[in-house]
T-cell receptor, first 113, second 115 residues
Framework: NAGVTQTPKFQVLKTGQSMTLQCAQDMNHNSMYWYRQDPGMGLRLIYYSASEGTTDKGEVPNGYNVSRLNKREFSLRLESAAPSQTSVYFC????????????FGEGSRLTVL | AQSVAQPEDQVNVAEGNPLTVKCTYSVSGNPYLFWYVQYPNRGLQFLLKYITGDNLVKGSYGFEAEFNKSQTSFHLKKPSALVSDSALYFCAVSDTTDSWGKLQFGAGTQVVVTP
């Protein structure tokens, strides 16, 4: 999806290392989300941001922090990576209103050894 | 609390045959239901949604879904499957309009369409 850009696309970490996943959008949408996808579990919401400067926890926030410094960017940080955080991470956004449609990035595949 | 069940891990269908992917849900309030599709190594793409109104919803690529309140189901259907429909399909539900992106996803159903 050209409107949502995630970096990096692939990353391998050792247990205890830290890293930040970046998400940037050019769709001028207010709400942004971080999901993780694991086999057999679908997608689970980690954190979301309804607007610039606000963030809230989702279903599985433990071990993560987020930052929404401006409307365009929403980052997800792993302070001390654990093997259980091996997953594919997706950034998504929605414009609100009555549309309800989520626009997803291409994903970031993270492996924690 | 809300939840979604997709009872089939995989659905196999021959090209040209009808395709059905099942989804049941549980929410405490009004259900807002979605279907998304994921092709290999890609993000999810929106197919269709039910918010209110007509129980039969039409979406992208010839897909449709029927909302059945009494059976708490929202099955995805396509009259004639194509090989290019082979992908991973997710049903999702929300019980709030406050934040559309706060969805509960099902585990996903892999659709395999054979020529």
């Amino acid at each position: 999806n050209a409107g949502v850009t995630q970096t990096p696309k692939f990353q391998v970490l050792k247990t205890g290392q830290s890293m930040t996943l970046q998400c940037a959008q050019d769709m001028n949408h207010n709400s942004m989300y971080w999901y993780r996808q694991d086999p057999g579990m679908g997608l689970r919401l980690i954190y979301y941001s309804a607007s610039e400067g606000t963030t809230d926890k989702g279903e599985v926030p433990n071990g993560y922090n987020v930052s929404r410094l401006n409307k365009r960017e929403f980052s997800l940080r792993l302070e001390s990576a654990a093997p259980s955080q091996t997953s594919v991470y997706f950034c998504a956004l929605t414009g609100g209103g009555i549309t309800g449609e989520l626009f997803f990035g291409e994903g970031s595949r993270l492996t924690v050894l | 609390a809300q939840s979604v069940a997709q009872p089939e891990d995989q659905v196999n269908v021959a090209e040209g045959n009808p395709l059905t992917v099942k989804c049941t849900y549980s929410v405490s309030g009004n259900p807002y239901l979605f279907w998304y599709v994921q092709y290999p190594n890609r993000g999810l793409q929106f197919l269709l949604k039910y918010i209110t109104g007509d129980n039969l919803v039409k979406g992208s690529y010839g897909f449709e879904a029927e909302f059945n309140k009494s059976q708490t189901s929202f099955h995805l259907k396509k009259p004639s499957a194509l090989v290019s429909d082979s992908a991973l399909y997710f049903c999702a539900v929300s019980d709030t309009t406050d934040s559309w992106g706060k969805l509960q996803f099902g585990a996903g159903t892999q659709v395999v369409v054979t020529p």
